[in-house]
């Protein structure tokens, strides 16, 4: 068990005590009315000879003098107060109590109790004398007085107590260090297991707030250097755990039947994990791998993945796949195959690796292969509608409107003379065309460059020499030949 406080501030609870203005008159000694006023704590105290224990307010009417206070269930838990003739109240042990005037304020701690391993099955399997009722939840967070004593019992006799000190700071000491270890503000429990074999009893048998009532062999977790009583119909008997785990005694008779309690639960399958916790209790597996979760070990689970099918059929019986899907129909399913296309490259390095495509091509150079990429040039126009699936076009120019883009048609002009040869490669469709792949006019154009000529009168001529030339050709006709040499004509600025 632990005690582990829920906030490193202090947290105080308060209790006023409230000198009323009535002074009685007694034959020994003023004697004031004292209103307590417990602000948060909930566990029981008392003043010595003047209340009983209790919880909640109380009035109690106080001589001047020395008073004790009790917080807790032993006399470790106990600090004086004195009561002035002003009525003024001094508390002696300013760690327990700081007080001002006429009001008392206990100081506190917050900690947290984590009982650890112990298990309790019946009622509460713990307490703090006068501080807590009885409990079985883990952690608990508890107000303590500090500077103070207290104890706790664990299991159903008094002979299952230890003493803890808390200190003003708020640390924690367990004073039966076989019970409990402490770190700073910690209370950490011991525990042990222990097994309980009934022999041929077939009674129901308990042990005292630790167990419920059972029948039978049951390995239970217990605190160590603590006493606890067994039970049965038809008697009890008394037994200790000390640390290292040993049982006193180990065998006793009850109503003529024999019991014996050994340490250490049972293992059938001798591999170091105790039956009650083992997920394969029959097949030994000290690694207790269990990897759907399911609560039985993969050494006994016909089902080890938790998909739905049975080792026996499951193409990949160690990975989850209840669609059984096997892309490449080798038996042995996409979840678990190294290489799900089956072309030679792994998964781990495949670019495309549910789509075969082992020379692994990818165009625009992302983490997709062209095999299974829906953009292979990462233009953001698909495939499905992108006239040059592998070169960027995000304008989809296409020249002779043959479906092919222009940046990936290999004859931009549809004229019949491929890009690497054609001198003049954006011929009009409707024109004739040379071997070149010029109409007349690109003709005319490549043979006269008007920026060659220093006399304007020798560019006409050469003009007009193309267009003769042009028109034996079948490119120009004769009207398309006049009207060129007119423009180079009046061309001349």
Known sequence: MNFIPTSKAVRLVQFVVALASVVMFSTNALAFTINIVPVAYSGRWEILGATSPITGPQTVALDVGIHTIQVGGSSAGRFNI????????????????????????????????????????????????????????????????????????????????????VAATGDVTSLNPAAATSIGNELIFGSTVINVDPGSFTGSWSILSVTNSVSGSLAVTVVPGLGYRFSTGSGFQDFSVAEPCAVAPAAFLLGGFTFNITCGA??????????ETDNCPQIANPNQVDQDLDGLGNLCDLDRDGDGVDNLVDNCPDFENADQVDLDGDGMGDACEADDDNDGVVDELDNCPLNSNPDQANSDGDSEGDACDADDDNDGIVDEFD????????????????????????????????????????????????????TGVQFVARQCVQESFVQHGQYVSCVAHAANEAVEQGLLAPNEKAQLVKEAAQSKK
């Open 82 to 165: 004195e009561v002035a003739a002003t009525g003024d109240v001094t508390s002696l042990n300013p760690a327990a109590a700081t007080s001002i005037g006429n009001v008392l304020t206990f100081n506190t701690v917050p900690v947290i109790v984590d009982t650890g391993a112990y298990r309790s099955n019946s009622r509460a399997g713990w307490f703090m004398l006068s501080v807590t009722n009885e409990v079985n939840s883990s952690p608990l967070t508890l107000n303590v007085v500090p500077a103070l004593g207290y104890i706790i019992q664990v299991g159903g006799s008094s002979a299952g107590r230890f003493n803890i000190q």
């Open 266 to 275: 049972p293992d059938t399958d001798n591999d170091g994990v105790p039956d």
């Open 387 to 438: 006239n040059c699936p592998f070169h960027v076009n995000l304008d989809q120019a296409d020249s002779d409107n043959d479906g092919d883009g222009d940046v990936c048609d290999g004859d931009v002009d549809g004229d019949g003379v491929p890009n690497d040869v054609d001198l003049c490669p954006l011929s009009p469709l409707d024109r004739a065309i040379n071997a070149d792949g010029c």
